[in-house]
């Protein structure tokens, strides 16, 4: 029984055995999940200040867990990047967001997020490929959302895999700018044809001056560079008020709509 030396010693610890349980579980539960259909979108709307109407949706994702009801994206998502089943979590994604946006009735676009775990399969352009194919939806009505870190880690390798999945005909996003490690100079490495304003800045905005004038700095860049702003996280009328004085394209929040499943999506 010691035949694996020290590796044996991690049998006889209870806690750390538990936790490694748990996760196995959930681990187990999530890719169930995938093969049952569990795993559906939510769609907020995103509105254009100039027409005052949704321009298009933010897909997210819920599990629907027969047992634990709706579990939010930061209960399974980490799980889903560290396990390698974000790979799978994030076709599911793709394929559903192009499948129930080409069956609305509408130009509207929508917006997917991608994990930057997604970047590391060389698979990626086909599968975004494969889901446009399928789905018969116009390129130009998919947005994918990504982060900053996508550009941090194998930046040339991502940038080039930017470059192919906007050849598709698709946009790009750049989401939650302002935190984590935001350069300037990821604008010149690619043209991303929009940026979504992290929604701590929004949320403080009204008492914050310092916010204030960072949201006033990036629309002001963003309309210079002609990308559009989306302003995330619009809880209330005068955080709204504020950001139509600023100059902002878009807007997504509460104040608007909550995510909602296709069928119960808000209109207009
Ligand atoms: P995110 O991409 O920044 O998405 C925006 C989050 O803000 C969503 O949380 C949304 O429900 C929430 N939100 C929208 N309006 C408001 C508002 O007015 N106030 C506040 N306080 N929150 C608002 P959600 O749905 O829980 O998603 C959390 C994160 O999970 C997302 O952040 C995204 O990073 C990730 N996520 C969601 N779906 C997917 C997916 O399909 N794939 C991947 N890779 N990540 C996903
Ligand atoms: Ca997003
Ligand atoms: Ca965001
Ligand atoms: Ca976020």
């Given amino acids: 029984a010691k035949r694996n030396g020290r590796n044996r010693f991690e049998y006889f610890q209870p806690e750390l055995d538990a ?66 089943l974000i790979h799978e979590v994030g076709a599911r994604a793709l394929n559903l967001a192009c499948q129930e946006a080409a069956s609305w009735n509408t130009e509207q676009t929508v917006a997917v997020n991608l994990s930057p775990v997604q970047f590391r399969n060389p698979e990626l352009v086909r599968i975004v490929a494969l889901a446009l194919q399928d789905s018969a939806l116009e390129p130009r009505r998919l947005e994918l ?46 043209a991303f044809d929009r940026i979504k304003i992290d929604k701590s800045f929004i949320n403080d905005m009204v008492d914050s001056p310092e916010a204030m004038s960072i949201v006033r700095a990036i629309t002001g860049m963003s309309s210079s560079l002609q990308i559009k702003t989306t302003a995330e996280g619009v809880e209330t009328e005068e955080q709204l008020r504020q950001l139509q004085a600023q100059g902002c394209s878009h807007f997504q929040g509460f104040l608007f709509g909550h995510p909602q499943p296709a069928n119960e999506r808000k209109r207009q």
């Avoid at 999945?165 to 698709?170: C, E, M």
């Fill in 145 to 190: 959302e990504i982060t900053e870190s996508v550009l941090l880690d194998n930046s040339d390798g991502n940038i080039e895999t930017l470059k192919r999945l906007k050849a598709l005909g698709v946009n790009i996003a750049l989401d939650d700018f302002g935190t984590g490690y935001s350069s300037l100079s990821y604008l010149r490495s690619f």
């Fill in 19 to 84: 936790a490694a349980r748990r996760r196995r579980t959930m681990e187990m539960d999530l890719r169930t999940a995938l093969h049952l259909g569990q795993l559906q979108l939510h769609y907020q709307p995103i509105i254009d200040q100039q027409h005052g109407q949704i321009s298009g949706y933010e897909a997210l994702m819920r599990w629907h867990h027969p047992l634990n009801g709706l579990v939010m994206p930061m209960d399974f998502i980490p799980l889903a990047e560290e396990t390698g």
